[in-house]
């Protein structure tokens, strides 16, 4: 099932966060940045977040997105994390799905992503292009030097207009 952040879920995706060993410091911590905006205030609409839990209602995974300031239709996906005890077995195809379908329900048009280049990411990247998304950017040096911010994008084509 699928549901949306509640706040006993908070330890759960911090420590979630800090398995996926690749985050440094400071990436685990504005992913909680991220994690107390949305519980301190649910009328922001910046961060939407979405947990795929087991039977016990305990996370496996999350989705963290929002509308793109400024554009009309057009999404970023903030995060998505899997805890590393169930990455590949379909938890972030099932979060990935969920989010593709709220946004065309939201008659969204354009779904962007930024990640890093670093080695320790091409899962992640195979994982977008394995999934419809291409590679529309590269900012060289971005994160620190030799490690470039990559933007993946895709259209919904089946979007509303």
Request: proline share 4%; hydrophobic share 35%.
């Amino acid at each position: 099932m699928i549901r949306s952040l509640v706040q006993k879920d908070r330890e759960t995706i911090l420590s979630m966060v800090k398995n996926v060993r690749y985050f440094t410091t400071e990436e685990v911590d504005v992913a909680m940045e991220l994690v107390d905006i949305a519980l301190r205030d649910d009328k922001q609409r910046d961060y939407t977040f979405q947990c795929l839990v087991d039977h016990e209602d305990q996370p496996l995974g999350y989705v963290c997105y929002g509308p793109t300031p400024m554009t009309e239709g057009t999404f970023d996906l903030y995060w998505i994390v899997v805890d590393p005890k169930y990455q590949n077995q379909g938890v972030g195809t099932k979060l990935l799905d969920f989010f593709e379908d709220t946004v065309r329900g939201m008659n969204g048009r354009i779904i962007l992503i930024d990640t890093s280049s670093i080695s320790p990411y091409e899962a992640v990247h195979r994982f977008y292009l394995e999934k419809g998304y291409r590679e529309v950017a590269r900012v060289p040096d971005y994160y620190w030097p030799g490690n470039d911010r990559i933007t993946f994008c895709k259209k919904l084509h089946d979007a509303a207009g």
